[in-house]
């Protein structure tokens, strides 16, 4: 990533691991899919993807020291990274699209708390809302898959 500036920054909760993206997403959304719920806990997340070459580990070498990782069982092609000190998932890597994957939370924030980048990093839309959790009532387009991909729900 040398010869790319960076767009957005971002850590775990220790900040043991660190990373930064070099290009705009190309899909940022709320994630609704039971994949997403059940391996977070959460409703859902905001999810961005960037082709893996915009991504790089900041943190010192060697990146996997800091890092542990896991692959989803039902979908093996997909590898999530995780914090090894506070277990904050951070990461994944799709090696059928050559994609990452990053959630929103683990972006850096200036001391208000707010998303530093936001302007690049706000979602268009909700995802997989046909399996949500609860309603989320704002001006987003809701998809029952992928955005401009599936079937619109509103």
Not at 56 to 73: A, C, F, G, K, Q
């Amino acid at each position: 990533m040398s010869d790319h500036v960076p767009l957005l920054h971002g850590s775990c909760f220790c900040q043991a691991i660190s990373y930064a993206v070099s290009a705009l997403p190309i899909l940022s959304a709320y994630c609704h899919c039971t994949s997403c719920q059940r391996l977070t806990s959460c409703p859902f997340i905001h999810t961005m993807h960037f082709d893996a070459s915009a991504f790089t580990w900041t943190h010192p070498e060697p990146h996997e020291s800091r890092l542990d990782s896991y692959d989803n069982i039902l979908k093996p092609y997909k590898r999530r990274f995780r914090c090894k000190s506070c277990g904050v998932g951070v990461a994944s890597r799709n090696s059928n699209t050559n994609r990452i994957s990053i959630w929103g939370a683990t972006l850096d924030r200036n001391e208000d708390g707010k998303i530093l980048g936001w302007d690049i990093a706000k979602p268009t839309a909700h995802q997989f809302y046909g399996t949500r959790m609860l309603d989320v009532n704002d001006d987003l387009t809701k998809w029952e898959g992928y955005q401009s991909k599936s079937k619109r729900l509103d």
